[in-house]
């Protein structure tokens, strides 16, 4: 079982051309990503290392056979808890959500 989290980009699509707009998806995923390391749970490091992006960045996922239950049950005791522990993408949203638009900001006025 994996976690799959899906990006919509409805209101910002009218404004790039696709090509553009599969990079700023691909820009963000991969960003969205990387904020949220420190909060996956950790033991070896194989579900913080299972993370894909897909190639036109709309979606990405934690694939490994555990990744759902620990992800929806956040009572687990895990290494770097409380940090590290379930429901890993939205805590990691709650805290870096400006840091993220800001960097598509930036990200956008370059293309």
């Known amino acids: 079982m994996s976690v799959r989290t899906k990006i919509n980009f409805r209101g910002v699509m009218k404004k790039f051309s696709k090509s553009n707009m599969i990079k700023l998806q691909q820009f963000t995923a991969n960003e969205i990503v990387t904020v949220t390391d420190p909060f996956v749970p950790f ?61 598509m900001t930036a990200y956008m006025e370059r293309l």
């Open 43 to 103: 033991s070896e490091g194989y579900l913080k290392n299972s993370a894909t992006i897909a190639t036109d960045g709309s979606w990405f996922k934690y694939d490994m056979p555990y990744a759902r239950r620990l992800y929806y049950n956040p009572q687990f005791n895990l290494k770097g808890a409380p940090q590290r522990g379930g429901m890993w993408v939205q805590r990691s949203m709650a805290i870096n959500q400006t840091a993220i638009e800001k960097a």
